[in-house]
Nanobody, 124 residues
Framework: QVQLVESGGGLVQPGGSLRLSCAAS????????IGWFRQAPGKEREAITC????????HYAESVKGRFTTSRDNTEHLVYLQMNSLKREDTAVYYC?????????????????WGRGTQVTVSS
């Protein structure tokens, strides 16, 4: 089964930082552009980042630009999301998935199943 596995979530105070990790099973993550997506309670899932397979190009949604950074380590077959200056509205379940950039939009490529996600809660 082609699937991604997210980890690293937790409870953090406003202004704090977290780093999420994404690993893959069933395919080689190194050959795919990988994005981060999030879904807050009662809201639709939102695409927030996409990094090319080489790591040479990254794209960000306006809601996270300047605060979040995506990177990858292809020797470790991992993709990361470094989240700084976290806000309460960043509270969500975070997922990673294969992605593409269409115009200015980040979209998910659906050949891999959604993982279970990792919960990020920003609260004092």
């Amino acid at each position: 089964q082609v699937q991604l596995v997210e980890s690293g979530g937790g409870l953090v105070q406003p202004g704090g930082s977290l780093r999420l990790s994404c690993a893959a099973s069933g395919f080689n993550l190194n050959y795919q552009d990988i994005g981060w997506f999030r879904q807050a309670p009662g809201k639709e899932r939102e695409a927030i980042t996409c990094i090319t397979s080489s790591g040479g190009s990254t794209h960000y949604a306006e809601s996270v630009k300047g605060r979040f950074t995506t990177s990858r380590d292809n020797t470790e077959h991992l993709v990361y999301l470094q989240m700084n200056s976290l806000k309460r509205e960043d509270t969500a379940v975070y997922y990673c998935a294969p992605c593409a950039v269409v115009g200015v939009r980040i979209v998910r490529l659906d050949f891999a199943s959604w993982g279970r996600g990792t919960q990020v809660t920003v609260s004092s």
